[in-house]
């Protein structure tokens, strides 16, 4: 009599399939943070020396929603009008760009820094960022040195690499900044002080010059009767 074993090992093979795994529901908790991660990515990059391979990593949070006011704050633009560079008032500038298109296949950004000397251009540090970048703070600009920072796109191959979009600005020095706010404030306070002297002598030879000088004249006339 043959063995019923192994049709039963078959059919218990060839059942119904195990019902798939599903991920537990996110708590709102988890839910809120994951979606402003996604609103405020972090900008991942690199700042390396000139010429010197590598660079440590670092993470900054983009200034999203950043707008130039006239006051404390100067803007630049490539003439593309992709790049923008913010020149604030404390010598620190704050560069923006737009996503670039195509937006697939982009892996990051190769910013190069230079900047004008007497007789010869020299380079700066020169940054990678990631494809989530879109900001970039330059914390210390020398003054009276004209920069001139490009931004160009990094595809994967073979997509070629567009042109890059350059910028060039000046920097205001703060010293000669403090000297212009001290010499507006002397000049104005000088300007005062003559009209106000100005007043003074006015007012003393109106009235009290006039009465001593008039008064000896009128008696030298003799009176006739």
Not at 48 to 69: H, I, K, N, S, V
Not at 121 to 149: I, K, M, N, Q, T
């Amino acid at each position: 009599m043959p063995s019923l074993l192994p049709p039963f090992l078959a059919l218990l093979c060839l059942g119904a399939p195990a019902p798939a795994l599903r991920a537990p529901p996110a708590s709102p908790r988890r839910a809120g943070a994951a979606e402003a991660a996604e609103e405020q990515p972090w900008c991942p990059y690199k700042v390396g020396a000139e010429g010197a391979a590598g660079g440590r990593l670092c993470f900054r949070t983009p200034a999203r929603g950043f707008q130039c006011a006239a006051r404390a704050c100067r803007a630049h633009r490539s003439p593309g009008g992709a790049l923008v560079a913010n020149v604030l008032r404390n010598g620190s500038v704050l560069l923006q760009w737009g996503p670039p298109r195509p937006a697939a296949g982009l892996r990051g950004f190769a910013l190069n820094c230079s900047w004008d000397g007497t007789y010869t251009r020299f380079p700066c540090d020169s940054v990678e960022l990631g494809a989530a970048c879109r900001d970039y703070l330059l914390p210390e600009a020398h003054g009276s040195v004209r920069y001139r920072l490009c931004l160009q796109p990094r595809y994967a191959p073979p997509r070629p690499a567009p042109p890059a979009q350059c910028v060039e600005f000046r920097v205001e020095p703060a010293a000669m900044r403090d000297i212009v706010v001290a010499m507006t404030a002397v000049g104005g306070s000088i300007c005062v002080m003559l009209v106000f002297i100005c007043l003074l002598v006015a007012y003393i030879t109106e009235n009290l010059m006039s009465p001593a000088l008039g008064g000896p004249a009128g008696a030298a006339v003799p009176h006739r009767a």
